[in-house]
């Protein structure tokens, strides 16, 4: 196969931070806006060093005041044995006024010392080369990917998930029963992406050895695809190594047979050996669910882009079309859809769990297309139209929410999942029909209601589920709500809106965020999610899951970082945070070009 064009390839060699391909923007060659900060930072606490200088070395007026006798009145002496309390304690004695002025001798010496010292360390930091300053910076922001990676690395290394603090691989049924690594897979880009090459190195050395999906395991089609397609496109994309592109392209024809049901929609999971496909027995009547045969367009888009094969392509265009006839109550998509019926099955509407990346997903599909998938798009204002009228509300305390559409009723609840539409409506404003403002208004609303249900809790991190009935309002009630899991939906809302707005609270909400996980979710053999985020005394879960390394940590350092990293406009990010580039399709057609990129 030869290489697309797309793509910016330097051979073995993973390319500095340069992430686009050649029409894009480069990286560029002044410092960006963090290193300037940090650099004002120097500059600022030198400054401060030389007020500090002015203000506390000796200074002749005090001297006059002693010789005014004042001394004994203006400076404690603290007496060892009776404590500063004491009133006799500000009496200067005769005898001890020599250790006295020994002692103010010497506090002077070490301030004088101390400014010495810092001031060295000051010229110092300023003589440091640009690159210096930025390998610095680089590691004081990639610090807790370093933390959650390198314990991975010895605890877990080739199992799915770690968990923390027993300190051992760990895995869910949606990953099947083989060990995938697929924290490996998910955390690629992010290790790309800070700069960790080492790392990144062995991860894909780890997937060059050890990557195997002829497995008889049986694994969720969507967690699959968000996590390791996309995961392994991006690295593709971003590395330029084709070894990611090759494996994506394995896997996704493991997954195909999923899709061999009557009505073309997806079984729920695939058994990668056999091919056998079915759906999750808690779903109603044996659906299939909406956010994910309904995230998979993205990714399959790519491959039929990457190989000049329509297969996928042609796959989730049927599911659109099928929808597209569809009779929708209200206007909305119902979460369940049976696979071998084509029928709705239980009228449960969500932008939360069940429902959330589909929309997500119809509104990335026009961005991806450079805004000409115009039949995406109005899909996605359709739905969104009717999701504003009739789930979204706000509570009588003035906060924005939106609720779960259940047989005809609404119920106010609103999943952490479905915080990361904020981000999603200020990234869907470009674009509305005549509404931009009214959507980016919608998605900040939404970002301070995501933040209100961090603030209201002990630990400053949000419940998993939250209500607004009454008096509560953007609380959990019930215990199985209070977890917080590492999830990164509120993070993902502020990073969008802060590039939107460069409203200064996004940086201060996720720099919240930052402090409370370092406090309560760092242990010593990673990050782990708590049980409970009303305890001030929380127990663990004791399970890092892959998407923490994949979104969080990697919004939350996009958050700290210049817009000009992974420009909006030449990248659209996969529900895992996975970044994939625009495509310019002006002559190509995906459905049956027989030419190979
Ligand atoms: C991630 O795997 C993806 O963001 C998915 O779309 C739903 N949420 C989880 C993390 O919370």
Same mark, same amino acid.
């Given at each position: 196969?030869? +290489?697309?064009?797309?793509?910016?390839?330097?051979?073995?060699?993973?390319?500095?931070?340069?992430?686009?391909?050649?029409?894009?923007?480069?990286?560029?060659?002044?410092?960006?806006?963090?290193?300037?900060?940090?650099?004002?930072?120097?500059?600022?606490?030198?400054?401060?060093?030389? =007020?500090?200088?002015?203000?506390?070395?000796?200074?002749?007026?005090?001297?006059?005041?002693?010789?005014?006798?004042?001394?004994?009145?203006?400076?404690?002496?603290?007496?060892?044995?009776?404590?500063?309390?004491?009133?006799?304690?500000?009496?200067?004695?005769?005898?001890?006024?020599?250790?006295?002025?020994?002692?103010?001798?010497?506090?002077?010496?070490? $301030?004088?010392?101390?400014?010495?010292?810092?001031?060295? #360390?000051?010229?110092?930091?300023? /003589?440091?080369?640009?690159?210096?300053?930025?390998?610095?910076?680089?590691?004081?922001?990639?610090?807790?990917?370093?933390?959650?990676?390198? *314990?991975?690395?010895?605890?877990?290394?080739?199992? *799915?998930?770690?968990?923390?603090?027993?300190?051992?691989?760990?895995?869910?049924?949606?990953?099947?029963?083989?060990?995938?690594?697929?924290?490996?897979?998910?955390?690629?880009?992010?290790?790309?992406?800070?700069?960790?090459?080492?790392?990144?190195?062995?991860?894909? /050395?780890?997937?060059?050895?050890?990557?195997?999906?002829?497995?008889?395991?049986?694994?969720?089609? =969507?967690?699959? *695809?968000?996590?390791? $397609?996309?995961?392994?496109?991006?690295?593709?994309?971003?590395?330029?190594?084709?070894?990611?592109?090759?494996?994506?392209?394995?896997?996704?024809?493991?997954?195909?047979?999923?899709?061999?049901?009557?009505?073309?929609?997806?079984?729920?999971?695939?058994?990668?050996? &056999?091919?056998?496909?079915?759906?999750?027995?808690?779903?109603?009547?044996?659906?299939?669910?909406?956010?994910?045969?309904?995230?998979?367009?993205?990714?399959?888009?790519?491959?039929?882009?990457? +190989?000049?094969?329509?297969?996928?392509?042609?796959?989730?265009?049927?599911?659109?079309?099928?929808?597209?006839?569809? #009779?929708?109550?209200?206007?909305?998509?119902?979460?369940?859809?049976?696979?071998?019926?084509?029928?709705?099955?239980?009228?449960?509407?969500?932008?939360?769990?069940?429902?959330? &990346?589909?929309?997500?997903?119809?509104?990335?599909?026009?961005?991806?297309?450079?805004?000409?998938?115009?039949?995406?798009?109005?899909?996605?204002?359709?739905? $969104?139209?009717?999701?504003?009228?009739?789930?979204?509300?706000?509570?009588?305390?003035?906060?924005?929410?939106?609720?779960?559409?259940? *047989?005809?009723?609404?119920?106010?609840?609103?999943?952490?999942?479905?915080?990361?539409?904020?981000?999603?409506?200020?990234?869907?404003?470009?674009?509305?029909?005549?509404?931009?403002?009214?959507?980016?208004?919608?998605?900040? #609303?939404?970002?301070?209601?995501?933040?209100?249900?961090?603030?209201?809790?002990?630990?400053?991190?949000?419940? #998993?589920?939250?209500? =607004?009935?009454?008096?509560?309002?953007?609380?959990?009630?019930?215990?199985?709500?209070?977890?917080?899991?590492?999830?990164?939906?509120?993070?993902?809302?502020?990073?969008?809106?802060?590039?939107? +707005?460069?409203?200064?609270?996004?940086?201060?909400?996720?720099?919240?965020?930052?402090?409370? $996980?370092?406090?309560?979710?760092?242990?010593?053999?990673?990050? &782990?999610?708590?049980?409970?985020?009303?305890?001030?005394?929380?127990?663990?879960?004791?399970?890092?899951?892959?998407?923490?390394?994949?979104?969080?940590?990697?919004?939350?350092?996009?958050?700290?970082?210049?817009?000009?990293?992974?420009?909006?406009?030449?990248?659209?990010?996969?529900?895992?945070?996975?970044?994939?580039?625009?495509?310019?399709?002006?002559?190509?057609?995906?459905?049956?070009?027989?030419?190979?990129?």
């Amino acid at each position: 196969m030869t +290489t697309p064009a797309l793509l910016p390839l330097s051979g073995r060699r993973i390319p500095p931070l340069n992430l686009g391909p050649p029409s894009f923007p480069h990286h560029r060659a002044t410092l960006r806006l963090s290193e300037k900060f940090i650099l004002l930072l120097i500059l600022s606490a030198f400054i401060t060093l030389c =007020f500090g200088a002015f203000f506390f070395l000796p200074d002749s007026s005090k001297h006059k005041r002693f010789d005014l006798g004042l001394e004994d009145v203006l400076i404690p002496h603290v007496d060892a044995n009776k404590g500063a309390k004491n009133p006799g304690a500000f009496l200067i004695h005769g005898p001890d006024e020599h250790r006295h002025r020994e002692e103010e001798e010497h506090l002077r010496n070490k $301030i004088r010392a101390d400014h010495e010292k810092a001031l060295e #360390e000051a010229k110092e930091k300023l /003589k440091k080369s640009r690159e210096e300053i930025r390998a610095e910076i680089q590691t004081e922001k990639n610090k807790m990917m370093k933390h959650a990676w390198d *314990n991975y690395r010895i605890y877990g290394w080739g199992h *799915n998930e770690l968990r923390p603090i027993a300190k051992k691989g760990h895995s869910t049924n949606i990953f099947g029963s083989s060990q995938m690594g697929a924290t490996i897979v998910d955390a690629l880009d992010t290790l790309y992406i800070m700069g960790l090459h080492d790392e990144f190195r062995d991860g894909q /050395k780890w997937i060059e050895d050890n990557l195997d999906f002829s497995v008889n395991s049986e694994v969720s089609v =969507f967690e699959v *695809n968000i996590r390791f $397609i996309g995961g392994l496109l991006a690295a593709y994309y971003l590395s330029g190594e084709e070894i990611f592109k090759i494996k994506a392209v394995q896997l996704a024809e493991k997954l195909l047979p999923a899709f061999n049901t009557p009505t073309g929609i997806p079984w729920a999971m695939v058994n990668l050996k &056999s091919g056998v496909g079915r759906n999750w027995g808690w779903a109603s009547a044996g659906s299939s669910i909406l956010a994910e045969f309904g995230t998979l367009h993205m990714e399959f888009v790519h491959l039929s882009y990457l +190989t000049g094969d329509p297969v996928y392509y042609k796959k989730v265009m049927h599911i659109r079309k099928l929808l597209q006839k569809m #009779e929708r109550p209200n206007g909305l998509y119902p979460n369940y859809l049976n696979p071998r019926t084509g029928r709705w099955g239980q009228y449960h509407t969500s932008v939360g769990g069940l429902g959330d &990346s589909f929309y997500e997903y119809l509104l990335k599909a026009w961005l991806m297309s450079d805004k000409t998938d115009h039949e995406a798009r109005k899909m996605y204002d359709d739905a $969104i139209e009717a999701i504003e009228k009739h789930l979204i509300k706000k509570s009588r305390g003035g906060l924005t929410f939106i609720g779960e559409w259940k *047989n005809g009723h609404l119920e106010k609840k609103m999943g952490h999942l479905a915080c990361f539409a904020g981000g999603m409506f200020a990234l869907g404003a470009d674009g509305s029909r005549d509404k931009a403002g009214h959507y980016l208004e919608l998605g900040a #609303e939404i970002a301070r209601t995501c933040h209100e249900s961090y603030d209201r809790t002990a630990l400053k991190l949000g419940p #998993e589920s939250f209500k =607004f009935d009454g008096a509560v309002e953007a609380v959990a009630v019930r215990q199985a709500e209070k977890y917080y899991i590492l999830r990164p939906e509120v993070i993902e809302t502020y990073w969008y809106l802060w590039r939107f +707005t460069h409203d200064p609270r996004y940086r201060q909400w996720g720099w919240e965020a930052t402090l409370a $996980i370092e406090k309560y979710c760092r242990v010593s053999g990673g990050f &782990s999610g708590v049980k409970d985020v009303y305890s001030s005394t929380p127990a663990h879960d004791d399970v890092q899951q892959s998407f923490f390394l994949a979104e969080t940590l990697k919004y939350l350092y996009l958050l700290f970082s210049g817009d000009d990293l992974l420009p909006l406009d030449h990248w659209v990010f996969n529900t895992e945070a996975h970044p994939l580039p625009v495509l310019h399709l002006a002559n190509t057609t995906l459905s049956g070009n027989p030419a190979v990129r």
